[in-house]
């Protein structure tokens, strides 16, 4: 697989990485650890050298990471992140310098590394100033504890102000065909700044695969089950734009999911998708989006499509959508 390049401070990944959430948070049931040990040694065979955690997660999840990457750990880049209260989204935020400090020793610990190669703040938190959060970071890169700093779903003024104290390597923002907002001002901010971009949900949670529909049915505690965007109604209207998708894909020999993902990368050379999965067969698609050739013509007529059914449903609840773009 081809590399990209995050940020101007040379950290270099795969142009695909993997999202590790689903295998222990927020998809329903956690896969089983050697399962979810060989799903990510499987991806690191087939090129991938990005793996994103969070404590957030549960505890589980570094873990899983850390013991799945240890035969090669000096060949792959671990993302990790700090944010919330004990490590519980339910809990509140907590972005205190102290607690960046916790989080980051206790995320060595269960990664079973000497360093974190990506520290992302998880979500904003209005009660610490952000150039505290980045001088903290700063300080545990001093340190050598960690290598890059981050931000997640910040909004512009934010992002500048973090990068004045500490520069980013990255954002990371769900952003897909499903979820544009950043292209209003968060690219544009990214491209003058030279900071990388990690889009989230790349797949729209799954429903660019096409393999969703109206009569889709969730696991108990999978959080589509309580976003709006995918209520029956919005489901439904939402299906018609994944079917013209998928017209595309069948002419460029691919999947809905491969041209979703190409069309990520097509945008900027400094774009790096982490879609997620539990499954081998779906990761060996995944990685086939990295090879599907989008053209300018492509991206037009995608355009326009994009542009003729506009997606339905709002992305968060509105309590959720409260922790984004601060």
């Known amino acids: 697989m081809q590399k990209r390049k995050l940020g101007t401070g040379g950290l270099e990944v795969s142009a ?13 049931p956690a896969t089983e650890t050697t399962e979810a040990v060989s799903l990510i040694r499987a991806a690191f065979e087939r090129g991938v050298t990005f793996f994103d955690s969070a404590e957030a997660y549960g505890r589980a999840n570094e873990e899983v990471v850390g013991e799945a990457v240890a035969p090669f750990r000096d060949k792959v880049v671990i993302a990790t992140k700090f944010g919330f209260k004990d490590g519980d989204p339910q809990a509140g935020l907590d972005s205190r310098p102290e607690r960046i400090r916790q989080v980051a020793e206790a995320s060595l610990r269960r990664l079973k590394t000497d360093r974190i190669d990506i520290f992302y703040q998880h979500r904003v938190d209005p009660k610490v100033p952000i150039e505290d959060v ?26 500048r102000r973090a990068h004045a104290v500490q520069p980013l390597a ?29 889009p989230f949900s790349p797949l729209g949670k799954g429903f660019l695969t096409g393999k969703i529909d109206e009569s889709t049915k969730f696991a108990s505690g999978d959080i589509r089950n309580t976003l709006p ?3 029956d109604a919005a489901r439904q209207a939402n299906h018609n734009l ?36 539990t ?48």
């Open 242 to 277: 994944v079917q013209l998708i998928a017209e595309i894909a069948k002419r460029k020999k691919a999947t809905p999911a491969q041209v979703a993902l190409a069309w990520l990368l097509a945008q900027k050379p400094w774009i790096v998708p982490i879609p997620g999965t």
């Open 134 to 159: 980045a001088g903290a970071v700063k300080e545990l890169i001093q340190a050598g504890k960690v290598k890059h700093f981050g931000v997640s779903e910040a909004g512009v003024e934010t992002i």
């Open 16 to 28: 695909l990485g993997l999202g590790c959430m689903g295998l222990t948070f927020g998809y329903g």
């Open 279 to 326: 499954k081998l067969h779906r990761l060996e698609e995944n990685v086939g989006g990295a090879l599907v050739d989008i053209t300018a013509d492509d991206l037009r007529e995608i355009g326009e499509v994009l542009a003729k059914v506009p997606v339905q449903g709002a992305r968060y609840s509105e309590a959720m959508q409260k922790l984004v773009n601060r």
């Open 229 to 231: 965007r995918f209520a």
């Open 170 to 198: 990255a954002l990371q923002s769900e952003y897909s065909m499903f979820t544009r907002e950043p292209e209003t001002e968060i690219l544009p901010t990214l491209e003058e700044l030279g900071i990388g971009f990690v």
